[in-house]
């Protein structure tokens, strides 16, 4: 029998709901779980047991009573530490933030904990979501638990080596300019960067003013369109929320992709490491089989992405810590205080030249849309590197090789679906991106749903057999 830790939330839930399986009995596994390893891993910030317990036990009360909430009742969530949680500490991975102590939960929090989910504890993250690799000099580095020796991606990097090695059924995790998507891929999980206003940013302590996503981290794909369902939906607290009509995001996930048109960008395919493009080659001809169309399509535009996400987020980033670079310039970590310090020398119009390049790359992306129903391309170009004593330049090499892949989505708003796409020759996971147009979170699902069935991560560069415990 599969381990509780590992198992998903849609196998847990009618457990839960028929009181065949106790929320508390479960809390109290992953708890005992995350006392044993999470010393290794460091996927945590924040411990919540006693009150995650309490939640556990009044979700199993109400459940007793025949109160059932739905399919997250008595489901344990871990909580990337920028969604702000009242009067419970939220640092954001940064230093400076040690002892913010919020007077209000993020909206999304409030979902969660309201559709009876249990709030496990706060994760680790690459400091103020300005990196991707998630080495935190204050709160010590997340490992990777495929191999603790390689580095996690980031920005949320504790969501995801907490679903990796079975500390949380559930995630939640932001993306400014791949935040989810990078440790997602490096981790061999499930990550979403929805539309931008479809999940309320309110209470999620801000990297930038136009770019940020919160989104859900699962093991699979059904999982996160259940958390979908409970996270989506309109925020009149947040100025960018969209309010749009509910969908049932679990609704097509058996439909198969027979017939979808798939189209790869030839930008997606130059500059792969040989690991990479070996796992992107074989994932075409899998695609192919299942009956999608996969062809190549050319969108020059997608040259403009990093220059314009690079001037975006900083120059947003330092607009917001303006005041405190000025009186805790040294309270910030060296790869965070580097970004934000090119931001704030960020001519103006650098920044407006910026900006119309996001609207040359929405322009394309909506063109691209006409033809093919979502476009295909590896997460990142590179592999999951191990850990370098510069941890500063390394986290600037890998937001460098990161982020023309990963910040198109950001800029232009739309939704983008990172899954597992294989292990690459050292036994570590690799990732691709499925992006869709705005609002296409339900075809995404569809999509990755009919991969997930291909068990990707039994498939390997040298084609060895391997199991993933």
Known sequence: MTDLAYLPATELSPLIQTRQLSPVELTKHLLNRMEKI????NSYITKLNELALKQAKEAENSIMQGQYKGPLHGIPIGIKDNFETKGIRTTSGEKIFANYI???????????????????????MHQLGLGSTGINPT?????????????????SSGSAAALAAGMATLATGTDTWGSNRIPA??????????????????????????????????????????????????DPKDPLSLNVPFKDYTANLGKGIRGLKIGIPTYYLEGLEPDIEKLFTHAISTLKALGAEVREIVMP????????????????????????????LQDYAADSRALLLSGSLLPTPKYLRAQQARRRLTKAFNEAFKDVDTILGPTTPITTPAFSKNWVSQNLEVVRNGLPFTVPANLTGIPSLCVPMGLDSKG?????????????????????YAWESTNPLSYRTNHAEVFNS
């Not at 999470?38 to 891993?41: A, E, V």
């Not at 909206?107 to 496990?120: A, H, Y």
């Not at 992405?305 to 805790?328: D, K, M, P, R």
């Open 102 to 124: 919020p007077n209000k939960t993020a909206t999304t929090v409030k979902k969660l904990l309201g559709s009876g989910g249990i709030m496990l504890g706060k994760l680790n």
């Open 139 to 155: 709160y010590g580095a997340v490992r990777n638990p495929w191999n603790t020796h390689y580095m996690t991606g980031g920005s």
């Open 301 to 328: 535009e997608l040259s403009l992405a990093t220059f314009s996400g690079y001037a975006t987020a900083t120059g947003e980033g330092a607009t917001i810590h303006q005041q405190w670079l000025q009186t805790h």
């Open 38 to 41: 999470d010393p290794i891993i």
């Open 428 to 448: 570590l996971p690799a990732g691709m991106q499925l992006i869709g147009k705005h609002f296409s979170e339900q075809l995404l699902f569809q999509m990755g």
């Open 185 to 234: 891929a490096m981790c061999g999980v499930y990550g979403l960067k929805p539309t931008i206003g479809l999940v309320s940013t309110y209470g999620i302590v801000p990297t930038t003013l136009s770019m940020d996503d919160g989104g859900p981290f699962a093991r699979s794909v059904s999982d996160l369109a259940l958390m979908l369902n409970s996270m989506a939906g309109y």
